[in-house]
C-alpha cells in the first residue's frame, strides 16, 4: 500500500531529514508555512517510504470484523513508540518540541465537552444510572445510527489499535481495546493505559472498546446530538464511541466511566485521587479538584507515587487504574515540579503546548490555545514509583479544597460521617477571573470529586467508601485541607502558604495528628487540631485570622448554606450522612 495525501520530493539526506522534521511549528499560521518547505516535505518523503515498507503484504485486522468494520485501510497493533511518532509525524498529526516530545494542537475542543458525553438508554441499565445534566440519555436508536455512521467512516481508513489493560491489581485488571484514526492518539492510548507483554498480546481479550474517530462530526438533526463532536457511552455492549474532538482526555475518561460502573460490582471503590506511599508502605489517597494543589502536594519526594489521577479500592489495598500520568502543564517550571518537567521527553504527548517558532522550546506559560495545556507520559517515567502500581490500605485519606471564602480550616479532621458528607459535596470554589462572567468567588461542587463520570448516584460510592473507613477505622484516618485562603476571602485574605500546606500534610501522614488536641468548629463541626509541628499555631483555627471576628461568621454561615443548598439534591443520603454537615441556624 502506498502512503496518500502527501507532498512528494526527492529523496533527502538523512541527517538533514530529521532535522527538519524538527525545525516545524505549533502555531497553525507558521506551522502551515514551514509545512511547504522543501526540507519538511524532504523528511516527510522519507517518513512515508519507512512506512510503505512496514506495510504487511497480507492486510491483518485482528478481529475488527466482530464489530462490524470491514474494507478498512492497514491496521497497526501496538506499534512501538518510535514508530508510531513516525506515524504521526508523517501523517501531519504532530510536530516534535526540542524536548523531544511530540506535540498536538487539539483545535477546537481543548478539554472536555461535557455538554457532548450521552449514555445510551436501554433497560439492562435504565434504572442504575442517575440520569442528570452530566449522565444525558441517548436512544438505542440514535447510538445505533451513529454506530453505523462509525462503520462507514472507517472504511478505507488506516486504524491504530492499543490492546491492553487497565487495573493493575491482576485480581481486577480488564482487558480494553482502543481503536484510534490517529497515530498520535494511539500513541496516547500506548502512555496511560497498562501495556501488554508479548505474551499476554497473543490471548488478549478486550472487555472494553473505545472507537475514537475525531475526523467524523455528528449531526444535531440526524444523531439526537448537541454538536458536531460526540462521546456515546453504552454500558451493556461495554463500548464508547467518540467523534468531532481531538482531545485525547475523552478516551481517558470514556475508560474511567466504564471502570466507575463495573467496578462497583466487583466490590471495589472507583475513586478520582492521585496516591503514594512512604518507605513503610503506607497508602496516603489525595481527592481534590483542578486548582486546589492536588498534583503538587501528591508529588512528595520523600515518598513514592502509586498513580496521579485513578485509582480503585479493593478488599486487599489501593491500585492504580492506568499506566501513566496526565498531567496540566501551565505554569510547569522545573524549580516546582522537578518530576513532571523530567517526564516531558521523547514519548510523551503534549497536548496544545505552544513552541517556539525557532527553537522548538515549550512555553509552559503561554495560554494562547488553551489554560488546560496537557502532557501524557507512561508512569515510570517518573523516577520514584511503585511499580507494580499497588498499596495497601490507606492510612491517610485527604480532601483538597481551594477555599477562596476564606471560611475552612487549613487542616481538620473527619467523622467516618463527615467524610462521606464532605466525599459527596467535594467542593472547592472558582475565582474571579478564570472565568468569563465569574466576578468574586464561586462555590463549586462535584459530588466524590469527580461528578462527570459517575454513572450512579454518588450515595453509592459514598457508601463504600464509608464502608471501608468503618472497616479500616483503626488505621484510616480522613482529613480536610484547605489550600486556599486565610484571614478574608480572597481579594482581602491571603492563601495559605505551601510551606505551611506541605507540613499539616506531612503531619496527617505521618500520624502526628493522632495524638493533638482538637476542637470542633463551631459551624462546620470538622475537628481543628490545636498545634501542628512547623505551623503558627493562630492561623489552625480560621477565624482567629480574621480582623473582623462578625464578618468571618457571616461568611461562614453563608458558605455553610451553599453547602446544605447543595446536599438537598442528594435524596437517598441517609439523616446520619445530612446531619454530619455543617449548621448555619
Not at 10 to 26: D, L
Not at 34 to 62: F, S, V, W
Not at 229 to 236: E, P, Q, R
Not at 347 to 358: I, K, R
Request: glycine fraction near 8%.
Amino acid at each position: 500500500m502506498s502512503v496518500q495525501n502527501y507532498n512528494t520530493s526527492p529523496k533527502p539526506n538523512m541527517e538533514e531529514a530529521t532535522r527538519s522534521s524538527r525545525n516545524t511549528y505549533q502555531d497553525v499560521a507558521a506551522f502551515k508555512t514551514i509545512k511547504n518547505t522543501l526540507a519538511y516535505n524532504q523528511a516527510l518523503t522519507t517518513m512515508k517510504e519507512t512506512l510503505t515498507l512496514e506495510h504487511d503484504q497480507t492486510p491483518k485486522t485482528y478481529g475488527l470484523e466482530a464489530l462490524g468494520m470491514k474494507n478498512l485501510g492497514h491496521v497497526y497493533r501496538n506499534l512501538a513508540i518510535p514508530t508510531l511518532v513516525e506515524h504521526a509525524l508523517a501523517r501531519a498529526e504532530a510536530i516534535l518540541a526540542d524536548n523531544g516530545a511530540l506535540c498536538i494542537n487539539t483545535g477546537k475542543y481543548t478539554g472536555r465537552s461535557p455538554n457532548d458525553k450521552f449514555i445510551v438508554d436501554e433497560p439492562n441499565i435504565r434504572d442504575e444510572i442517575h440520569w442528570n445534566k452530566l449522565n444525558v440519555p441517548i436512544s438505542e436508536q440514535n447510538f445505533k445510527r451513529l454506530y453505523r455512521q462509525v462503520l462507514s467512516y472507517v472504511q478505507g481508513r488506516d486504524l491504530y489499535l492499543f490492546d491492553g489493560y487497565v487495573g493493575c491489581d491482576p485480581n481486577y485488571r480488564v482487558g480494553v481495546r482502543i481503536i484510534n484514526q490517529y497515530a498520535s492518539q494511539n500513541l496516547f492510548a500506548h502512555q496511560l493505559f497498562i501495556r501488554a507483554t508479548e505474551e499476554e498480546l497473543a490471548n488478549h481479550q478486550a472487555d472494553f472498546t473505545v472507537i475514537a474517530v475525531p475526523g467524523l462530526q455528528g449531526d444535531p438533526e440526524i444523531n439526537g446530538i448537541n454538536s458536531e463532536a460526540f462521546i456515546v457511552v453504552n454500558f451493556s455492549q461495554k463500548i464508547v464511541i467518540i467523534g468531532g474532538s481531538k482531545y485525547s482526555g475523552e478516551i481517558k475518561k470514556s475508560v474511567f466511566s466504564l471502570m466507575n460502573y463495573f467496578m462497583t460490582k466487583r466490590n471495589v471503590l472507583p475513586m478520582h485521587c492521585s496516591a503514594n506511599m512512604d518507605d513503610k508502605g503506607n497508602t496516603a489517597l489525595f481527592f481534590g479538584l483542578s486548582g486546589t494543589g492536588k498534583t503538587t502536594i501528591s508529588a512528595d519526594p520523600t515518598r513514592r507515587l502509586i498513580g496521579d489521577d485513578e485509582h480503585g479500592w479493593s478488599e486487599d489495598g489501593v491500585f492504580n487504574f492506568e499506566g501513566g500520568c496526565y498531567a496540566k502543564t501551565i505554569a510547569l517550571s522545573k524549580e516546582n515540579e522537578p518530576q513532571i518537567w523530567d517526564a516531558i521527553r521523547f514519548g510523551a504527548l503534549m497536548e496544545n503546548v505552544v513552541l517556539d517558532p525557532v527553537t522548538r522550546h515549550p512555553d509552559y506559560n503561554d495560554g494562547r490555545l488553551t489554560e488546560n495545556t496537557r502532557v501524557a507520559y507512561p508512569i515510570d517515567y517518573i523516577p520514584n514509583v511503585v511499580l507494580p502500581s499497588v498499596g495497601g490500605h490507606p492510612t491517610a485519606v485527604i480532601f483538597l479544597s481551594a477555599d477562596a471564602f476564606g471560611v475552612l480550616p487549613p487542616i481538620a479532621k473527619l467523622t467516618n460521617r463527615q467524610a462521606m458528607y464532605y466525599f459527596m459535596s467535594g467542593y472547592t470554589s472558582k475565582l474571579a477571573g478564570t472565568e468569563r462572567g465569574i466576578t468574586e468567588p464561586e462555590a463549586t461542587f462535584s459530588a466524590c470529586f469527580g461528578k462527570p463520570f459517575l454513572p450512579l448516584s454518588a450515595t453509592v460510592y459514598a457508601e463504600m467508601l464509608g464502608e471501608r473507613l468503618r472497616k479500616h477505622n483503626s488505621t484510616a484516618s480522613v482529613y480536610l485541607v484547605n489550600t486556599g485562603w486565610s484571614g478574608g476571602p480572597y481579594g482581602v485574605g491571603s492563601r495559605i502558604q505551601i510551606k505551611y500546606t506541605r507540613a499539616m500534610v506531612s503531619a496527617a501522614l505521618s500520624g502526628e495528628l493522632d495524638h493533638v488536641t482538637y476542637h470542633p468548629h463551631p459551624i462546620f463541626k470538622m475537628l481543628i487540631p490545636q498545634s501542628v509541628s512547623g505551623v503558627p499555631s493562630e492561623i489552625l483555627d480560621p477565624r482567629n485570622t480574621w480582623a473582623d471576628k462578625e464578618a468571618y461568621d457571616r461568611q461562614a454561615k453563608e458558605l455553610a448554606r451553599r453547602f446544605v443548598d447543595n446536599f438537598k439534591r442528594f435524596t437517598t443520603a441517609s439523616q446520619e450522612i445530612i446531619d454530619a454537615g455543617p449548621s448555619f441556624e
